[in-house]
């Protein structure tokens, strides 16, 4: 009888938490859940999603440019810019939600997963209603065309409106972006992808149709925004529907307590997140000042590289996170190390392949797509090659392990030593080498970082059992 009442507490009744009577949350039990099936399924559909996004851009800025015009583009990404700083408002709840959510699942306790969610749903939604209130309140007094310098008809006619839209999608995406990360607490991101996916495409469908209809730069911005709020309103349908979630805003739900549970956490999130924006933002700012535009230029073009080279194995980041939350909770920290152990030693060889083509594939390469010449440096090549492998290695597996161990303190401690070793080094390199200097600073700042974590996962994922085999 005890064992009967245990199993149903995996999927309570929600009648007692005031839902609607009968409705029941799908039970979630992750307990004999494969090690490598869920990382590998999810990271596959999110390697398409990826490369079909950086074709759809491919395809669709040019066009975008052509029908806009320089002036009007360059207000959209002047707008856009913004979305950065409205994001810190999201405080870094939805990453730490992610260690929660994902206990909460590992132990089958769905309720309080639900709970969890409403309650940041709520609390978020809030948020993203007082800004786009702010916004419709703020934008008869702010003079947009004095502020984006705009002299075309066309652009001082569409900037409002413009503004407007921009706005209210980026609060929007505040709450829908806690949804978008779901699926992948209980091992289940693929569903994520795919629903992104379609969003780009149907969303890439809407830009051609705006530019084909003449539907002005407004119409042009809903349409590129279009995915970031129809891929998270579908996956939420699909959690509804599939029972995997149930927001019934009549439960006595507190968000302010939830919120509050992950406070700690939450602010360690934060200082990560304007850590490791400044390390990249930062020698884009440097390298103009002592350098000037085409230099950056050059940093900016091979940034993207590096980011697109990187990408089979920062897709899997996200899912691996999640299942070592799970492997922990279920105290197999013995996985934890086949999977950190596996990821560091495929991060390597692939490494070796993506040195190989900054070397010598990329001056090719650069030669056929470029209208204008753009020649790297060998030396600012290697530099980029050695970031990249330091960034699979140390900033992704390493990352993804310290995470979902909880040392979120710790690490945004060394977040702060890194960004810090960073900037001294760069007033003194960027100057006299420009983009080497900025690509040298940052590879620099990895190795002050580098060891300070490995001993962090040396004491807490081999710690325990080192500490067996001495007894």
Known sequence: METQTSKRGLEPLLTNEGQLSGHR?????????????PILKSASVAIVNRFSSILLKILIIPLLINYLG????????????????????????????????????????????NQHIQGLFMFMSAIACVGILG???????????????????????????????AFCIFFLQLPLSLIQKIPYTFQAGYISELHILVANILGAGLIVAGLHFHGGLPFCVLAINAAAVFAPLTILIHLLMTAHLNIGFKNDVNPIKEVKSLKTASMHFIVMQICG??????????????????????????????????????????????????????????????????????????????????????????????????HPSASLRFAFAVWCALGLIGGGGVGAVT??????????????????????????????????????CIIASYFVSLPLVFVLIRRNLYGAEESVRRI
């Open 277 to 374: 924006t400044l390390l990249i933002v930062g020698p884009f700012s440097l390298i103009t000042y002592y350098h000037g535009a085409e230099a950056v230029a050059v940093f900016g073009i091979l940034l993207q590289v590096l980011t697109a080279v990187q990408t089979p194995l920062t897709v899997m980041l996200q899912p691996a996170w999640t299942k070592m939350v799970e492997l922990s909770v279920n105290d197999k920290r013995h996985k934890i190390r086949e999977i950190f152990t596996r990821y560091v030693k495929m991060a390597a060889l692939y490494s070796i392949l993506t040195g190989a083509f900054f070397m010598i594939c990329l001056p090719p390469i650069f030669g056929l797509v470029l209208k204008h010449q753009v």
């Open 135 to 165: 916004t419709w309140l703020a934008l008869p007094r702010i003079d947009w065309e004095k502020l984006f310098k705009i002299h075309t008809a066309a652009a001082k006619a569409e900037v409002n409106l413009t503004v407007l839209i």
């Open 25 to 37: 949350l799908k039970p979630i039990n992750m307990s004999h859940s494969p090690t490598w099936e």
């Open 70 to 113: 320089t002036e009007r583009f360059g207000i959209w990404v002047a707008i856009s810019s913004a979305s950065g700083y409205i994001f810190l408002l999201d405080m870094g709840l939805s990453s730490a939600m992610i260690n929660r959510l994902t206990g909460f699942y590992a132990k089958g306790d769905t309720r309080s997963a």
């Open 403 to 440: 995470l979902a161990l909880g040392l979120t303190g710790q690490i945004s401690r060394i977040s702060v030593l890194q960004l810090a070793a960073f900037l001294v080094l760069a007033f003194i390199l960027i100057p006299d080498y420009g983009a080497v200097g900025a690509v040298a």
